[in-house]
């Protein structure tokens, strides 16, 4: 049966196509785009517990001190991560910490509780970054405290657009 597969020319051909394209991937650069961007500003966390729940759990997608892994460095997998991170830091990041957000406790809450976040493939890779419930528990009440210790201004997106007509 995989005999008379590789007698099919369109099937090496593929085949060959294939291994040929994921060799060019691997010269595609991407130094600059692994490099990590600086720190600026943390948010007003209320203890050193939920700073460290959050970096375990989070701070490789929501903070510019991710942890690169050596398959970061292997295409198509390289650009897939790229884009979760990009995404992930846009939407919030612990690193750059913005003062209005709609990002709440209440939120990360349900998305914690749904297994929504950390992403589900992530913590395939990384089991130490599985939360239990009680840590949950204490993220969400620790990320309360600290969203109000910084000043944060939740804003609704659907009242921002209101605002603007
Ligand atoms: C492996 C990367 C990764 C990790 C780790 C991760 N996230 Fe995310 N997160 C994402 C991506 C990508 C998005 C944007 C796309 C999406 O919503 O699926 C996101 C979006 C979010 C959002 C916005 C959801 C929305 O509906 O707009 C919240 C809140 C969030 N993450 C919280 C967390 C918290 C809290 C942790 C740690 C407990 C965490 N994430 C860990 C990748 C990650």
């Not at 003062?99 to 809450?109: K, M, N, R």
Request: proline content about 5%; overall charge negative.
């Amino acid at each position: 049966m995989v005999r008379k597969l590789f007698r099919n020319k369109i099937f090496v051909f593929l085949m060959t196509a294939a291994a040929a394209a994921f060799v060019f991937l691997q010269f595609i650069p991407q130094d600059e785009a692994l490099a990590n961007p600086p720190v600026v500003r943390e948010p007003n966390w209320d203890s050193a517990e939920t700073r460290a729940l959050a970096k375990r759990a989070c701070f490789d997608c929501h903070s510019n001190e991710t942890d690169w892994p050596w398959y970061a460095r292997v295409q198509p997998m390289s650009m897939m991560m790229q884009q979760d991170i990009a995404a992930a830091r846009s939407l919030m990041n612990f690193s750059e910490w913005k003062d209005v957000t709609f990002i709440t406790a209440d939120l990360i809450e349900k998305k914690l509780r749904a297994g929504e976040m950390p992403l589900p493939e992530y913590v395939l890779m990384h089991p130490d970054a599985k939360l239990t419930d009680a840590e949950i528990d204490a993220l969400v009440a620790g990320l309360k405290e600290t969203f109000a210790a910084s000043s944060n201004q939740v804003v609704d997106s659907s009242e921002a657009t209101q605002d603007a007509n």
